[in-house]
């Protein structure tokens, strides 16, 4: 059994625990998304480059754009001045 989580009323868990108690609110997606819409929880979307072996790059950057300057610079097309 995994850990359970009680917010709002509703208990949330890996499990499906649907046919075992009344008040189960979802898996642990669901319980974050009702943390989000609560304002009290918020998904951060991160990038990062991977090498020629498949391992995850050393740096974890928030944008594209500062991804692509930092790790892929080498693939910036210049413009003829």
Do not use: H, P, T
Not at 37 to 56: C, K, T
């Amino acid at each position: 059994m995994n850990k359970k989580y009680e917010y709002n009323g509703q208990i949330y868990c890996k499990d499906d625990l649907s046919n075992q108690i009344d008040n189960y609110g979802g898996d642990l997606y669901e319980l974050f998304s009702e943390l989000e819409a609560d304002d009290r929880a918020e998904s951060v979307v991160m990038f990062r480059s991977i090498d020629e072996d498949g391992e995850d790059g050393k740096y974890i950057y928030g944008s594209i754009e500062y991804c692509l300057e930092k790790e892929f610079s080498d693939l910036e097309v210049k413009e003829n001045e």
